[in-house]
């Protein structure tokens, strides 16, 4: 791995970095170089090289086997947690309050599991899950996501297209995860502004996706912004700059 270097140290950074080297390795070279800068001065006051202790290596030497250890354990919770059938009951609203069809009063603690908003495969949501549902007790998953990669034509000008059944399918495994648990998974849509028909035509789909699903709640539109009432109340023509 590269050594990083803090650009605001006022004084003098020290900086440490643990390897293995190969049994046969002879030489070692080292290439310090300012990285994206405009202008600037790199400056080594010492350089050095040593052993480090003997611990120390052997936990490098077992770190690859433990992180696929975890990883398989990890992946085998996940499809524990796919295989339970749902149990959250459906809610409704009573006056100020969430409640249940027993009129238990209902409050969602729980968190925000992002990246479905920027990335077409999301960055480790299954993990997220687990940890949040199993590990903080979260009854709620809030779940950014975003129509271009729910309909298959990912978030341009980087991603043209993708594919709309994998994104769908992992959206489908986040809630079976959450109703396996009784919690529950905010569905959000994950755009500013004015709504538009965009936004139409995914609720559209997706409501009809989940309507019979107690786990899903619908979150309409992220941050709508510098809308009148009147316009909220009675409809009518906006521009958005």
């Avoid at 992946?75 to 459906?90: E, G, H, N, S, Y």
């Avoid at 209902?106 to 997220?128: A, D, F, P, R, T």
Wanted: hydrophobic share 45%.
């Amino acid at each position: 791995g590269g050594m990083v270097f803090d650009s605001h140290a006022a004084d003098w950074t020290w900086q440490a970095r643990r390897f293995l080297v190969p049994e046969k390795a002879a030489t070692l070279e080292l290439s310090a170089a300012i990285n994206r800068a405009d202008s600037g001065t790199l400056d080594l006051s010492v350089v050095h090289l040593g052993p480090m202790p003997d611990a120390e290596a052997q936990a490098l030497i077992e770190a690859p086997a433990l992180a696929a250890k975890k990883q398989a354990d990890d992946l085998a919770a996940v499809q524990r947690m796919l295989a339970l059938p749902p149990k959250t009951a459906a809610l409704k609203v009573s006056g100020n309050k969430l409640v249940t069809a027993s009129g238990a009063t209902v409050v969602l603690q729980g968190v925000n599991v992002c990246s479905l908003e920027w990335s077409e495969k999301g960055e480790h949501i299954y993990e997220s899950m687990q940890v949040a549902l199993k590990e903080w007790h979260a009854n709620a998953i809030r779940l950014p996501v975003l129509d271009g990669f729910w309909f298959g034509t990912g978030k341009p000008p980087r991603i043209t297209s993708n594919d709309a059944q994998a994104y769908r399918t992992i959206v489908d495994n986040v809630i079976k995860m959450a109703a396996g648990q009784g919690a529950y998974v905010i569905l959000d849509l994950h755009r500013f502004g004015i709504p538009d028909d965009r936004d139409v035509a995914f609720w559209k789909d997706a409501a009809a996706r989940y309507k019979d699903i107690p786990a899903v709640l619908f979150d309409l539109f992220n941050e709508p912004g510098g809308i009148k009432w009147e316009i909220w109340r009675n409809g009518g023509d906006m521009q958005w700059k």
